[in-house]
């Protein structure tokens, strides 16, 4: 069984910035890819970014305040958001494509990051 555990969520003033960790925990043999979406209240839930070992993607709302990493050895991911604005309010799940034998994806609980104007 594998478990994604988020950390760094919280509140923080407009301009602020919050560095979210997503670590796995379990048996696995690769991690293909690792992301982090959103989903804000009244809102579906929208990729933020992702990263594999060749290619990083954010979409146009964050390209430039955040920035996606990871640590294969560690197992873990980070999302560094910077310059937060009210509309980045929501809450973030960390997402990874694992190998395990079987290749399946997982999810975090979730973490609340909440920018008060």
């Known amino acids: 069984q594998v478990q994604l555990v988020e950390s760094g969520g919280g509140l923080v003033q407009a301009g602020g910035s919050l560095r979210l960790s997503c670590e796995a925990f379990?048996?696995?043999?690769?991690?293909?890819?690792m992301a982090w979406y959103r989903q804000a209240p009244g809102k579906q839930r929208e990729l933020v970014a992702s990263?594999?070992?060749?290619?990083?993607h954010y979409i146009d709302s964050v390209q430039g305040r955040f920035t996606i990493s990871s640590d294969n050895a560690k197992k873990t991911s980070f999302l560094q958001m910077n310059s937060l604005k009210p509309e980045d309010t929501a809450v973030y799940y960390c997402?990874?494509?694992?190998?395990?034998?079987?290749?399946?994806?997982?999810w975090g609980q979730g973490t609340q990051v909440t920018v008060s104007s």
């Open positions: 997402n990874a494509d694992i190998l395990n034998p079987v290749r399946r994806i997982y």
């Open positions: 379990g048996i696995i043999f690769a991690i293909n890819e």
């Open positions: 990263i594999t070992s060749d290619s990083i």
